[in-house]
């Protein structure tokens, strides 16, 4: 599949990001991967669908393909891709309802206590759109998003694979948004990668490995079948390859989305989520020869705070700057910046106080 957004790996080491700030990729992706955990929390206490949280992390991604996280917070973003897909995913939501709960999550607050009417609020609101004007011409106008899921969907209905494999692969394919997955392959490529993981996780380390089931032709296929024994057909390991008859071009495709989301996994704070221990301890494809993307979360470089202003509207920066830092949730406020009046022609200086949540 052929689009505008679906980037070569190399394009990371090239995003505005690195290129013209002191981000390094590794220090992008960790904070993509915030900027998709806020975003998920957000649509979440909104009541989203899950397919409208999709459709924006993937808008996310490709925002920060053409523009730097020191211009635009993470945060605005996510909470801008949200507004816009309750419009175009037709499961609207207010503006002032959006801004709210976002207060709510920069803050740590309950919703209940955000006050609707609040000056914090409203100046939200219009960070909101403003970073929503600038979301559109990213975007180029052009909103649709496919996904994994639909994929893995089609895979599930075409072979009855055991319920857990099906719910691995589904919780693999939501956490493929908190990796630049979505602008680096097409969704078959993902879904696939997700699926063959899955099965991996749940056959056991002594089942077929993850080279074994993506080659581009059974491992066993030159050698002889012993006559008491028929070949396995449909071969189960290696099912999503054959069922979309995947070139070799595009099982390396696998193979390399295969290997960022055990680097994505391998990076993880194993304290903070135990869960994907088991995921850390399947070799990835030895065929993956990109380079590394991720490091620890733990050493990633995290500032304590940074402060910055927006220029007027219409210039080409207009939220705050990035921020990083902290382990996730973190417990004080970093990130403080200033917002713009929009009618006024100077900058009027305010202050969001933020909490790492993301």
């Not at 999550?105 to 309950?110: L, S, W, Y």
């Not at 581009?216 to 024994?229: D, E, I, M, R, V």
């Not at 999503?240 to 595009?250: I, L, M, N, R, S």
């Not at 055990?262 to 850390?280: F, G, I, R």
Request: proline content about 9%; overall charge negative.
């Amino acid at each position: 599949m052929q689009s505008q957004w679906v980037f070569p790996i190399s394009a990371l080491q090239l995003t505005p990001s690195v290129v013209t700030s002191s981000y390094t990729v590794a220090k992008e992706l960790y904070d993509r991967s915030r900027g998709v955990e806020f975003l998920f929390r957000l649509g979440s206490s909104l009541g989203l669908p899950t397919s409208a949280m999709f459709t924006a992390a993937t808008w996310f991604h490709r925002f920060f393909m053409r523009y730097s996280m020191e211009d635009y917070h993470r945060q605005d973003v996510a909470a801008s891709c949200i507004f816009l897909a309750t419009k175009t995913e037709e499961c609207g939501r207010k503006l002032r309802d959006v801004a709210r709960v976002c207060q709510a999550k920069i803050t740590g607050k309950d919703v209940s206590l955000i006050h609707s009417e609040s000056p914090e609020v409203d100046q939200l609101q219009n960070v909101i759109l403003l970073t929503e004007e600038v979301l559109l011409e990213a975007l180029c106008f052009d909103f649709v998003a496919p996904s994994p899921h639909a994929e893995l969907i089609d895979l599930f209905d075409a072979y009855q694979e055991d319920s857990r494999v099906c719910d691995y692969a589904w919780s693999i394919a939501h956490d493929s948004y908190r990796t630049p997955l979505c602008v680096l392959f097409p969704p078959r490529i993902i879904a696939s990668a997700c699926y063959v993981l899955a099965q991996r996780a749940i056959d056991g380390p002594h089942s077929a490995s993850l080279d074994a089931r993506i080659s581009a032709s059974p491992p066993s296929a030159s050698l002889p079948t012993p006559p008491s024994h028929k070949p396995a057909s449909p071969d189960a390991s290696r099912f999503a390859v054959e069922y979309y008859g995947f070139t070799e071009g595009d099982i390396a495709k696998v193979s390399d989305a295969l290997s960022i989301l055990l680097e994505y996994y391998s990076a993880q704070d194993m304290q903070n989520a135990p869960h994907v221990v088991p995921l850390t301890m399947i070799s990835p494809p030895t065929s993956s020869l990109r380079p590394t993307l991720y490091e620890p979360f733990s050493q990633v470089p995290q500032p304590l705070s940074h402060s910055a202003s927006i220029p007027p509207a219409g210039t080409s920066n207009r939220t705050p700057i990035s921020s990083y830092g902290g382990n996730t949730p973190a417990k004080t406020p970093l990130h403080v910046a200033e917002q713009p009046e929009r009618a006024i022609p100077e900058p009027v200086k305010k202050v969001i106080g933020r909490l790492d949540l993301s």
